[in-house]
């Protein structure tokens, strides 16, 4: 069973489940921040993530 909520999914593990093109707005790059460190989520043209700090 999966719940659906806007931008927010729980697959049937339990987990958040996150849409890549929701958290960069549509675009291809978000800017991720964990405690006091910047990261850089970057979707390729081949349709692949890259996370880089």
């Known amino acids: 069973m999966i719940v659906t909520h806007p ?3 729980e697959a ?3 987990l958040p489940l996150h849409d ?3 958290l960069t707005g ?3 790059q ?3 921040r964990l405690n006091d460190q910047i990261y850089t989520l ?3 043209k081949a349709g692949k993530l890259i ?3």
Do not use: F, P, Y
């Open 30 to 32: 978000a800017q991720i």
């Open 12 to 14: 049937v593990s339990g």
């Open 42 to 44: 970057r979707i390729t």
């Open 26 to 28: 549509g675009g291809i």
């Open 7 to 9: 931008r927010i999914v």
């Open 20 to 22: 890549a093109t929701d």
């Open 51 to 53: 996370l880089t700090k």
